[in-house]
């Protein structure tokens, strides 16, 4: 009886809690310069839609997913394939010999002190020029992917992610306690097991913070693909410009769009963070 008293108040407990950040949640939105703000964003949301074209978007619409995909799907490769290559990159400048580090810092270093515009253009204009000019790259099985623009645009933001977070897994190698390590060598672990089981997952999550904000200047890194004839959904955007001489129209919706894949990502990140139980200190 005692125990099914205590399990009761258990719960009664538990049901106040909830009420009690329930109710401070929702004072947390009922705050006076909130209610200010979504009275703004009403106004201008309902401001789009009264006084403001959109017959267009039946016909673009179906081009405008496609432009959506292909963004997403760039973003994606060129993150993963970034983040593989730059945790050699990082290892190799936090802790490898001079042969190995100087050649990681000096990618790094070049590819964060130049535009990424011209990085596109000297892959896209520079070497995708030279590959017509050998008969055995217009025979071999590469030529129908080398003549797309889109390997190079994936390419140039792949090398960009990778030197911008290869210096950021620098530091996060960097950055964990020498004594763990060491532990492990005492205890006899191999260095792939170190690295795998206790160096590489406390730099990723010492990373984490900062590889969120990459990814969100990465995609909006992507509308650069358009440049060089890859239609993603910043082209899809610039060709109802320029078909239906509408300017505030496509480039608001365009924005809207980018705000709302931006604050997926950052969900996203935050929700990763959140699932791991310890902090590093």
Same mark, same amino acid.
């Given at each position: 009886a005692a125990r099914h008293a205590f399990d009761q108040g258990g719960a009664l407990m538990a049901g106040e809690a909830t009420v009690i950040n329930v109710a401070a949640r929702t004072s947390l939105w009922l705050q006076p310069h909130r209610i200010v703000l979504i009275l703004i964003a009403?106004?201008?949301?309902?401001? !789009?839609?009264?006084?403001?074209? @959109? $017959? @267009?978007? =039946?016909?673009?619409?179906?081009?405008?997913?496609?432009?959506?995909?292909? +963004?997403?799907?760039?973003?994606?490769? #060129?993150?993963?394939?970034?983040?593989?290559? &730059? *945790?050699?990159?990082?290892?190799?400048?936090?802790?490898?010999?001079?042969?190995? +580090? !100087?050649? !990681?810092?000096?990618?790094?270093?070049?590819?964060?002190? #130049?535009?990424?515009l011209i990085q596109l253009w000297l892959l896209y204009y520079g070497l995708g020029s030279l590959f017509p000019q050998y008969p055995w790259i217009r025979e071999s099985w590469m030529w129908p992917y080398l003549r797309q623009a889109w390997p190079y645009g994936v390419l140039a933001l792949t090398l960009s992610f990778a030197g911008y977070e290869g210096e950021v897994m620098r530091g996060?190698?960097?950055?964990?306690?020498?004594?763990?390590?060491? &532990?492990?060598?005492?205890?006899?672990? +191999?260095? @792939?097991?170190?690295?795998?089981?206790?160096?590489? =997952?406390? !730099?990723?999550?010492?990373?984490? =913070? #900062?590889?969120?904000?990459? #990814?969100?200047?990465?995609?909006?890194?992507? =509308?650069?693909?358009?440049?060089?004839?890859?239609?993603?959904?910043? &082209?899809? +955007?610039?060709? *109802?410009?320029? $078909?239906?001489?509408l300017t505030y129209e496509p480039l608001l919706l365009l924005a809207l769009i980018y705000m709302a894949i931006t604050g997926i990502l950052v969900f996203a990140f935050s929700r990763i963070e959140a699932r791991i139980p310890n902090k590093i200190g």
């Open positions: 009403l106004a201008l949301v309902l401001g !789009a839609a009264f006084f403001m074209r @959109w $017959d @267009w978007l =039946p016909q673009y619409y179906e081009m405008g997913l496609l432009g959506i995909w292909r +963004s997403l799907w760039i973003l994606a490769v #060129t993150c993963f394939l970034g983040f593989l290559l &730059a *945790v050699p990159l990082g290892l190799a400048q936090a802790a490898g010999p001079f042969w190995f +580090s !100087a050649p !990681a810092k000096a990618f790094c270093t070049v590819i964060r002190g #130049t535009p990424l996060a190698f960097a950055g964990v306690p020498k004594g763990q390590l060491e &532990a492990a060598r005492a205890f006899g672990m +191999s260095r @792939w097991k170190i690295f795998r089981r206790i160096w590489l =997952p406390q !730099a990723i999550y010492r990373a984490l =913070p #900062t590889l969120t904000g990459e #990814t969100v200047l990465q995609l909006k890194s992507t =509308p650069l693909v358009a440049t060089i004839s890859v239609i993603d959904i910043f &082209a899809v +955007s610039s060709k *109802v410009r320029q $078909d239906t001489y």
